[in-house]
């Protein structure tokens, strides 16, 4: 993966609103591509044409509610101006628990943001070429890939790579709205015609009701998943940093009312049918522009900026995750970083996660869309509360105003939490209340974990200066061998030099088994006794463990027994594997037994001539 | 996989020929499952009705061929009382190099047997229930995962258990026989319509050719695959064990008799058309008895003993492995035995590789057939000119007569490979043929780095006389920490019971980083210098290697440094999970340096109490 970086390569770049904005908003501008998709998919099987009357209005709702989060947002960028994230935010101010729960719940929607944005680009590219639809999976797992490999790389965070596309798809879906208005204006929109082979998606004659009506606006909810982005990530723009995160709010919200409420404009008028094979926008813009360049253009830019989208993921959830770790909630591993400085296990565990996740349903964004959401909003919500109650506490100047933007934030956040939980239940979000409450819980379990191990291990200052090692008594020496070789020759040496206490052992499956062994260290001139053990097993550790249990030496309490292994190199990794390298196995098993320090001598395998040369110069 | 088993537990079952023919013939007879369908998929789509002539006569050939087996085989259980193999045989009496050869072959073979048998097994299945023909190829896999685990835990090997499905199979393909012969006199029976779903094969209406013929031959001589099986286990019958085997071999030319030349016979009448949907003998089946019980009767009992030849495939293909890693031809992990006393190695490599041509030929048999019968035959071959050669040399009473038998026998396999290799090598042969050469060549590489190994390790009988076991000096000791803890100060104090010369070793990546371990340091009462050098990678081996060969103890030659990893463990396998265990890798890294002794010191985290005891005693 690249040669190894040292850590002052940690890039440090700042960017200004032009160029940070895509960097940060890809993930939220990008769920246009799926949001007006999933409204209709809810509405359209049920209530037929009346959709196209009603959808218009759900996103109207959603829009309001993604004003309140731009405005709350914006206090907390100005609360916390290094940024934070919600994890942080919600364990500094709440209980750590809530803190805890925001991880879980930001982990799993770090998950379905990767395999949600996948399966959707994939979505895009299948509908520009339908025959490739029916490999939607091996194309979706290859994106995965391709960012993984990517992302362990290390890929560029230059914000210009980053801006290109995005812009390049803010300005084909405002091209799509002004021909759909311009084509509407001058009466030529005609509706799109069902496609025939999606018998699924029908026409349907149910009466509207509250409950559909507050489903199609929780799946529509996808559309604002993203909106924290920025808040995490204030002290990345250029000074005046806060301020300028703030006109990022305010640019953000712009660009997603557009392309939200322009893509559901759009569908009242063309009356998209939603299906597997064809997104919305892809129905739109063979509709408006006719399958020629512009629709491939379309289909192209979509599926960069989500590719892009699934990529922040990449980005957010290792960090998220190394900062758990360094709190000691997740295992140490994700807080390391790689050769390559990036947080290899936190890439690999998510690009993992999210793999799984296409396989199981099938890259059908459409039923992951239920799962999706819940985690944003639960996280949104303790966020906002969290920042509540530290103006609360803190009482800055016009806390009164902040309090009530952040409490009415936290209100909104939350009944939108029910709604999602309660509409989409069955069909989905039933796992993730499952899955974040057990988390939490195993997050607990590690860092108690953890703690307890701390505990065993310190030694107090106090407690310091008061010891005195005394060093214990010569160490007993245990050699395991299989033959008399130049090998254990070597290691002989080598152990005379820390005692003299030494023993050579070794287990004979079967009689006679041993006795080539027995003449050649007959023929041996040394006091060092060979200890034969009997076995029916091939195994050492055993008869070894059970030899020195039974040994008096081991008996002395405090005695530290020394098993050396020898063990050969040689230098090719495919010669290596040719071999059995039980030592290092053997070093591992016999780890679980107290005092038995285990000693890996190692025999290069060219150095025979050389050993050889210091033997005969002790030839008697 | 069970609870492990002692040596002796190597079971020595010895059977009579009625119970022992199934276990060793179930491969050649299940092989009619796909012979017929073969020769009919070649002929068929070419020749077409006229194709219904040919076969039986094609039918002879491959009789007539299994009739000279029967005979060069008989014999080479009389030179080969003991079992040999085509390996050892090739091996004894060829050059070394050609026992590789049917080394190689035979490996592929093993392969093949387990992919076409399953495949063939899995059509059984979709035959008898059309529905699952597009889940063929996870069932296919399903039953490979399934024999792995059986054998990796050891199935019974109790002749009982496979004998009763291969007379079950016999009784009703005989069934099947008689009843379509009642038909065929009656003149009740009607030719087949073919499929209309497989518009693949249609009547052809090409002239006949010697290449067609001889095509068809070659995968016909399906059929006789696994002859060689009683060869091979000898030892296993009863006393008069080399009789008892020669019997085996006339009753197993019966059934291949009956069973193939009696599907063949009832092919003329009913004129099956080959697919992919429904195996020759289910539209038999379906045609004489209707698609009630005995049709789903007849496609269990063919699937089962399908599988049977599959499991015959993974007793044997692990033991030949073994017996070529004894000679050191391939890996040694494939000699040896696991806990459960199968080779797990061998059983885990024949399913992977099985699995893989599965998925690549789609569980296809009639893609896999032309890969086929080539590794047999080459086999077939060289045992019998290996045997051949012997009677030559030896010339025992009779030996003109014996070597005419054997040299007809070589003289006619080996046309026989010819005559796959040619007709089959554009559509897969050609894969085998480069295959097995290239076995060929990495068997003798590893042969050779393993008698380079034993070369160099080797210690001569004269010269362990004279050696002298002089100690080295007292071992330099170093010890590397990330703080000062309790498992630190165990370490410490085995290190000063090694040597006096003992230094602790610590790498700082950033500025400060090691301010807390210094302090503390400096309030322990040792005289054990801290080390601490700066490092911009967060990697310990290289700066400690760095460190060590800038030192100058280590540049007394021959001196060996001993590196001290303290490391926790603690009870439960998930706990190990949650902490970075770098130990074992560094101690891996660092074996490649010359002259370092690697150390683990344990420190069982529950131990933490007996140390302070054991601590508290010494202070001053």
């Not at 990008?30 to 409204?39: G, L, M, P, Q, R």
């Not at 029910?418 to 988390?439: D, R």
């Not at 055993?542 to 309490?557: D, V």
Request: net charge positive; aromatic share 10%; proline share 5%.
């Amino acid at each position: 993966m690249g040669e190894k970086l040292p850590t002052n390569r940690l890039s440090e770049e700042k960017f200004n609103v032009f160029w940070g904005l895509p960097v940060l908003a890809s993930d939220a501008i990008s769920s246009v591509a799926y949001a007006v998709d999933e409204i209709l998919w809810v509405l359209v099987p049920s209530i037929g044409l009346i959709s196209y009357y009603w959808a218009p209005k759900i996103a109207i709702a959603i829009i309001l509610l993604l004003l309140v989060l731009t405005i709350s947002y914006r206090q907390i960028v100005s609360a916390y101006p290094n940024g934070g994230g919600a994890y942080i935010v919600a364990k500094d101010n709440l209980k750590v628990k809530y803190g805890l729960i925001v991880g879980a719940s930001l982990s799993v929607d770090y998950i379905l943001t990767v395999a949600v944005s996948i399966s959707a680009g994939t979505a895009a590219v299948t509908s520009a070429i339908p025959a490739l639809y029916p490999h939607r999976i091996a194309i979706a797992i290859f994106f995965i890939a391709l960012m993984t490999i990517g992302n362990l790389r290390g890929v560029s965070d230059s914000s210009k790579f980053f801006s290109i596309p995005t812009y390049a798809f803010l300005v084909t879906i405002l091209s799509l709205l002004i021909a759909g208005i311009i084509k509407s204006i001058g009466g030529t929109a005609v509706p799109i015609p069902p496609m025939v082979s999606d018998p699924a998606v029908s026409f349907g004659t149910q009466a509207i009701s509250l409950f559909l009506l507050l489903r199609a606006f929780s799946s529509g909810c996808a559309a604002v998943t993203g909106v924290e982005a920025i808040c995490d990530a204030v002290p990345n723009f250029k000074e005046p940093a806060v301020k300028n995160a703030k006109l990022a709010y305010v640019l953000l919200t712009i660009f997603v009312i557009i392309t939200f409420g322009g893509i559901t404009y759009l569908a009242t008028v063309f009356h998209p049918v939603p299906n597997s094979q064809q997104t919305v926008i892809a129905q739109l813009a063979a509709s408006i522009f006719g399958r020629g360049l512009m629709f491939y253009i379309i289909q192209a830019t979509t599926t960069v900026i989500l590719a892009m989208a699934a990529n922040t993921a990449f980005a957010g959830f290792p960090i998220l995750l190394s900062i758990i770790a360094r709190d000691g909630y997740v295992p140490r591993q994700f807080a390391m970083r790689g050769h390559r400085l990036g947080f290899s296990n936190g890439i690999l565990l998510l690009s993992l996660a999210a793999g799984m996740l296409v396989i199981i349903f099938q890259s059908d964004t459409h039923l992951l869309i239920p799962l999706y959401a819940i985690g944003v909003f639960t996280s949104f919500t303790l966020a906002q509360a969290g920042i509540f109650l530290k103006w609360f506490r803190t009482k800055p100047r016009g806390w009164v105003y902040k309090a009530f933007i952040n409490g009415l934030g936290t209100i909104i956040t939350f009944i939108t939490v029910i709604v999602i939980a309660v509409t989409k239940f069955l069909s989905g979000a039933w796992v993730v209340l499952l899955i974040i409450p057990l988390l939490v819980i195993v997050m607990m379990k590690i860092r108690n974990h953890y703690t307890m191990i701390a505990k065993r291990l310190d030694v107090p200052n106090d407690r310091i200066e008061r010891l005195k090692l005394s060093p214990k008594p010569m160490p007993y020496v245990i050699i395991p061998v299989q033959s008399l070789n130049v090998m254990v020759i070597k290691t002989l040496r080598y152990a005379k030099s820390l005692s003299n206490e030494v023993e050579v052992f070794n287990v004979e499956t079967y009689e006679g088994e041993a006795d080539k062994l027995r003449s050649k260290w007959a023929k041996l001139k040394t006091d060092v006794p060979l200890v034969i053990k009997q076995s029916a097993y091939r195994d050492i550790v055993g008869p070894l463990t059970e030899y020195i249990e039974s040994n008096e030496h081991a008996s002395r309490p405090g005695d530290v027994i020394t098993v050396l292994l020898p063990q050969f190199v040689v230098a090719k990794p495919w010669e290596m594997a040719l071999h059995n390298n039980t030592s290092l196995f053997i070093a591992r098993a016999l780890l679980n037994y107290r005092n038995i320090v285990v000693s890996l001598v190692p025999f290069q395998i060219e150095e025979k001539s050389e050993l050889y040369k210091d033997i005969d110069l002790e030839i008697e």
